[in-house]
């Protein structure tokens, strides 16, 4: 649930706000709402919420990061946890023996051994047969999924990079690539009211322009419905993986039911909460109309410093409830804004969570 906001007694600079000011003045649903203001000329807006604007630029040529970030990505790499299946030789150790990319320990050659793993270097010096063996690693799907509802949008900024919705495709770009030069499979799919433009499960470096092209083409529209967009998800991609969710998580239906839906069939899961600054700290007083920018609603109401405090008494407390729900089901959850330097977040807060090491 997204809004829209005019009033006339605004600084110009202040564009964009969101809260829990739906609870405040009485409209529905439990989670809180966008906000986005537009100067007020002559009875009409002098701008409107554009979040369904395409993007106009070459997928092929966007990269998302310079050299020098792609070089800092190489520390990070992602793992997997409380995962229970055997899946191809990627990255990851598991408990097995096999060969892989990973030398673990020398045994004698047997009869029937592949030839092609006997350590000839030794066999020469020593004049014995030894196998080399490696340690069996496990590989990991990791599922991308990237909030393109309204709300994702800026109101009033015209560049779609300056949004919540520029700041999520990096921070979906940087995992991606951390994965995928991790031999890990790769993919993923848009989501507002529905699951949209899916993409395939890949592996290798051959997929990273493809991720790149499937973020790049991503605009914002709509509505949000988190759990049609999960049930759906699920069913595309019933293997079990790391689910990155990067979201505002401004959904009138609540998002709880849906990442429960993802923790009892067994996949991991990382939140990423991204907001704007201002829809945590929203600076306005007066009188204020609230226009619903995922449908049609219109509420005017008068902000005064009480409400205003009782807005972030109630911020906060929506905030130790997804940080309280993420908790006891074992969800990774991280809170940003777009104001947080993207490589900073990247680099810095993702090793806070138990996925990114």
Not at 32 to 50: I, M, P
């Amino acid at each position: 649930m997204s809004f829209e906001f005019r009033v006339s007694s605004f600084e110009s600079q202040r564009r964009r706000i969101a809260g829990a000011m739906s609870k405040l003045v009485g409209l529905t649903g439990r989670t809180f709402s966008r906000f986005a203001r537009a100067d007020q000329q002559n009875g009409k807006t002098s701008r409107q919420f554009a979040a369904a604007e395409p993007e106009t630029r070459n997928p092929q040529r966007e990269t998302f990061f310079d050299a020098d970030f792609l070089k800092k990505l190489e520390r990070l790499h992602l793992i997997a946890k409380r995962l229970d299946w055997a899946g191809a030789k990627g990255e990851h150790a598991a408990s097995r023996k096999g060969y892989s990319l990973e030398f673990s320990d020398y045994r004698r050659y047997q009869r029937g051994d592949d030839l092609r793993y006997v350590d000839w270097n030794i066999y020469r010096r020593l004049d014995r047969l030894l196998l080399k063996v490696f340690t069996a690693e496990e590989e990991l799907n990791i599922y991308l999924l990237v909030d393109t509802s309204a709300s994702m949008a800026s109101a009033a900024t015209v560049e779609v990079d300056s949004a919540k919705i520029g700041y999520a495709k990096k921070v979906a770009a940087a995992l991606g690539y951390i994965g995928l030069k991790n031999l890990d499979r790769v993919g993923g799919a848009a989501f507002s009211s529905s699951l949209q433009a899916p993409l395939k499960l890949g592996r290798g470096r051959t997929q990273i322009l493809r991720l790149f092209g499937f973020l790049n083409r991503l605009s914002c529209a709509g509505p949000t419905d988190l759990r049609a967009a999960i049930h759906k998800f699920t069913t595309l991609f019933p293997h079990p993986g790391l689910v990155v969710v990067v979201s505002d998580l401004f959904d009138p239906a609540g998002w709880r039911a849906a990442v429960e839906e993802l923790a009892r069939k067994k996949y991991q899961i990382l939140i990423i909460h991204i907001l704007d600054e201002e829809e945590m700290q929203p600076g306005f007083l007066g009188d204020v109309a609230l226009v619903d920018a995922e449908g049609s609603r219109e509420r005017r109401l008068f902000v005064d410093a009480e409400l205003a405090r009782r807005f972030q008494e109630e911020l906060a407390n929506y905030f130790r409830d997804i940080e309280s729900a993420c908790a006891s089901l074992g969800i990774d959850y991280l809170r940003t804004t777009t104001k947080v330097p993207f490589d900073e977040f990247v680099l810095k807060s993702l090793r806070q969570v138990s996925s990114v090491t």
